[in-house]
């Protein structure tokens, strides 16, 4: 690959086939893909029912000015905000789950006109942008531990809330890849103080949302009603489409105030079609109830691991966005782990800054090659001594 820019490691270039959870090489091995590409494909590759709805509206308008939005945005943006439990609100559609949350992050400050957002420490939110960089002008990251706090008010005792625009939060440590879920009381009390002070919540549903933990947004785990979302990845199965939903007082805000932006694939019909189908898939086949169940046998057997080996430190996980953690080895680490899996046709992420493993299957795994995972690990732990 000489002609790409290397902006990131390239391991193996010669996948030709997608099938469900698999994906073949040119030599015709076949892999079992853990990580649903870039944690995109929840309905796996090459789903014969979103194909289906991308050929037939190929053969009628994939692409519109963004004067012209097609009737297809007007239903999928009623759909998505029923989802999200903003039934009145607005969407906009666009390309990535970076420019979503932007987006999402821009209209935050344009609303409230304060110079501060706030987000945990380990939250990756976008590769660019004010949410790409959270420079110290502009962000507060909080700090936070698996076991603490007792007192979430007292732990928060020194934010400035009323310098806070909006709790710009992520249900999962999953961009970052350390796949840690914040204490629900911790988040409750932050989303409490930030709304007293005047604040907004807004959630970032990039890699957590769409059924990947077992309900179809990371947020309905925290029992809070965000006032922004971002969807990304999920929503179109691998195609590239993204959303921000938000409330109708917040959209009439910007639309009175002159707010502006365009991009040349804001509202495609062509995106539009494939995420109002992908919902469709979702809720049709049961595929949440599904993963979550799945999801759940998944964890049981990995936590199994750590059991009995040393080497795991702890196995965590929701529906089907898990992580395993090992300790610090002389002679294994995730980086080796992946390397041997892969060869042993199964590709996984790996993050040797928290030293994760992480797995995002998809949410139509069968379990069976979830099993031969297992065992496929063990027996690499076994021998790592």
Known sequence: MQHLLACHEIVKTDFVRGENCYLYDAQGKRYTDLESGIWSAALGHNHPRINQVIHAQLEQIMHLGTRYPHALAEM?????????????????????????????????????????????????????????????????????????????????????????????????????????????????????????????????????????????????????????????????NGYPVSAVALRQDLAENLEAGGFHYAQSHQNDPLGCAVANQVVTVLREENLIERGNSVGGTFLEQLRQLGEKHALVKEARGRGMLLGVELHPHANFSVSAAYRALLDKGYIVGYYPAGNVLRLSPALTAQAEDLTRFVECLDELLANAG
């Open 76 to 236: 999928t943006a009623v759909e998505v905000l029923r989802l999200v439990g903003i039934n009145e609100g607005k969407c906009v559609f666009l390309s990535s789950g970076s420019e979503a949350v932007e987006f999402g992050v821009q209209i935050a400050r344009r609303v409230t006109g304060r110079p501060l957002l706030l987000t945990l420490a380990e939250s990756y939110l976008a590769a660019y942008g004010s949410a790409g960089s959270k420079r110290a002008d502009e962000w507060l990251l909080l700090e936070w531990s698996a076991g603490a706090p007792t007192d979430a008010h007292e732990y928060l005792q020194n934010i400035p809330f009323e310098k806070i625009g909006a709790f710009i939060f992520e249900p999962g440590g999953s961009g970052s890849a350390f796949v840690k879920f914040p204490p629900k009381p911790l988040v409750q009390a932050i989303v409490e103080r930030v709304k007293q002070a005047g604040g907004l919540l807004m959630t970032n549903e990039i890699t957590t949302g769409m059924g990947r933990t077992g309900r179809w947004f990371g947020f309905q785990h925290y029992d809070i009603q965000p006032d922004i979302v971002a969807l990304g990845k999920g929503l179109g």
